[in-house]
């Protein structure tokens, strides 16, 4: 139940509290360690920081209008692959920050980086892949932007560059879990 009440609370901020944005700047999200995120320890267990990552997702697709567009669309965003990397635990009532950005965009999907930081720390990165799925299967984050001419110039990670050999490891991974080739 919680979980429903905070991201009622996300949309709402997302939506009304914050500047709006445009779809590909980064997106600042605060928020503080609840009794809802900690396991017994105390401290934000690895599906907490998920949570924290859905969250700040939410607030930022509501804040740039892209949870309206694929409403009206019937398009759900769905994560389909994740990487997580915990540098440092969270504990019960840190203030943290959840910066997100769209880092790459293709015909399968957007990928969005977030990062976690406390007290000017690093304290976990994500990963992930958002597909958007529609009725009819799978639906282009491309012809999307295009259609509601959202096209400024798309992040596209380059290979050779840091991100783009990130990306180039995720799509293997990708491409292990299917058991079927996908090239970047």
Sequence with gaps: MAYYIRTIINLCHGKFFVPKIPLLSKYTWKSRVTIFDVDKTFNVNDIGYL?????????????????????????????????????????????????????????????????????????????????????????????????????EKLPFLEVGTQGGDALRVFYALESYLLDKPIFF
């Design 51 to 151: 949570q924290i990552a859905e969250q700040a997702r939410w607030s930022w697709s509501c804040n740039v209008g892209l949870l309206k567009i694929l409403s009206e669309k019937k398009i759900n965003p769905v994560v389909s692959l994740l990487s997580c990397r915990i540098r440092e635990p969270l504990r019960i009532f840190q203030a943290f920050t959840v910066t997100s950005e769209i880092v790459h965009v293709d015909e399968r999907g957007f990928y969005v980086f977030h990062k976690i930081t406390s007290k000017d720390k690093v304290t976990a990165t994500l990963l992930l892949k958002l597909q958007l799925v529609a009725k009819n299967g799978i639906a282009s984050p491309v012809k999307l932007m295009e259609e509601e001419n959202k096209m």
